[in-house]
């Protein structure tokens, strides 16, 4: 079984910055895409930002030039530094990866618990 832990949500003023990280661990062969997504109350959950193993970044608009995305292959951890927080932002971060568990089997995403972010006006 593979697992995702995320950490670093928190409270923070508006402005301020905050670092999440996740980490996967178990059974991994390979992890392809790693990424971010968040859900505000009400609201679907949305894309922040996402990285491929070889270092290719998406971001959404609504993040671009604030939030960056990053990635330790050898630690299996993706990272999310979140500057210039804006009360927008608040709401629960996912973390999300692609994993292959054996070679020739198939790819299956998975899902971390969720960290909360709250940032106050």
């Known amino acids: 079984q593979v697992q995702l832990v995320e950490s670093g949500g928190g409270l923070v003023q508006a402005g301020g910055s905050l670092r999440l990280s996740c980490a996967a661990s178990g059974s991994i062969f390979s992890i392809s895409v790693m990424g971010w997504y968040r859900q505000a109350p009400g609201k679907q959950r949305e894309l922040v930002a996402n990285?491929?193993?070889?270092?290719?970044?998406k971001y959404a608009d609504s993040v671009e030039g604030r939030f960056t995305i990053s990635r330790d292959n050898a630690k299996n951890t993706v990272y999310l530094q979140m500057d210039s927080l804006k009360p927008e932002d608040t709401g629960v971060y996912y973390c999300?990866?692609?994993?292959?568990?054996?070679?020739?089997?198939?790819?299956?995403?998975?899902w971390g618990q969720g960290t909360q972010v709250t940032v106050s006006s």
């Open positions: 990285i491929t193993e070889i270092g290719y970044i």
């Open positions: 999300k990866a692609e994993v292959l568990n054996v070679p020739g089997s198939s790819w299956y995403d998975i």
